[in-house]
């Protein structure tokens, strides 16, 4: 059974009427971050790290980031709905919180990445899987699990753990997930049969 753990989306908010970017459109500074607001009371928001420009703000099911710029960043998400969800709260949450005479587009977000994951139900041996395959790579000292490279798609990742754990990440469609998901799964399952099980 495979599962979703992380969906992340890319938009952007388009903004006309202001020169200004869109955190400080909705106060969000550093003093302002502490005020609740009545319509997003289970939100918590802060400045995300030093390295970006951007400030987050963290739902239930998910977080958004948003740039200067007006990107925003959507990740954390575990369920398809979830996404609807959130592009309808953030919409919602620019209505009320923009300041009159600011219009603005939300653009609808893209998927760029699905995680998820896979549980084969059983030990797998690292090094003698590494040493029959060579889309796989195993080197314990600085990184504990097995990673794997599929040879259709340099972009899909794959990883796998000795209890038996496979992660794939790099797709972009559920369908996508499932099927590299299968394809590793049946991949181990075809090199445990051999001898050295």
């Known amino acids: 059974m495979s599962e979703i753990v992380n969906i992340v989306a890319v938009s952007k908010v388009l903004l006309q009427g202001t020169d200004l970017s869109l955190p400080q459109l909705l106060g969000l500074?550093?003093?302002?971050?502490?005020?609740?607001?009545?319509?997003l009371r289970k939100?918590?928001?802060?400045?995300?790290?030093?390295?970006?420009?951007?400030y987050f703000i963290r739902l239930k099911s998910g977080t958004i980031t948003v740039f200067k710029t007006g990107k925003v960043i959507i990740?954390?998400?575990?369920?398809?709905?979830?996404?609807?969800?959130?592009?309808?709260?953030?919409?919602?949450?620019?209505?009320?919180?923009l300041p009159d005479g600011v219009d603005f587009e939300f653009e609808i977000p893209r998927v760029v990445n699905i995680t998820g994951c896979r549980n084969l139900q059983r030990e797998v041996q690292l090094e003698q899987i590494c040493e029959r395959d060579a889309c796989a790579s195993y080197e314990p000292e600085i990184f504990p699990n097995l990673q794997y490279t599929f040879s259709d798609n340099k972009k899909v990742k794959g990883i796998v753990s000795r209890r038996g754990k496979i992660i794939v990440t790099g797709v972009k469609t559920y369908i996508q997930l499932r099927f590299y998901l299968k394809k590793l799964g049946d991949r181990l399952d075809v090199l445990m049969e051999n001898e050295f099980y």
Not at 43 to 54: A, C, I, P, V
Not at 75 to 97: A, P, S
């Open 75 to 97: 990740n954390g998400l575990k369920e398809w709905m979830d996404l609807v969800r959130i592009n309808d709260q953030f919409t919602l949450y620019l209505m009320k919180n």
């Open 29 to 39: 500074s550093e003093h302002r971050l502490r005020e609740k607001r009545p319509y």
């Open 43 to 54: 939100l918590k928001t802060g400045r995300s790290l030093n390295q970006f420009s951007g």
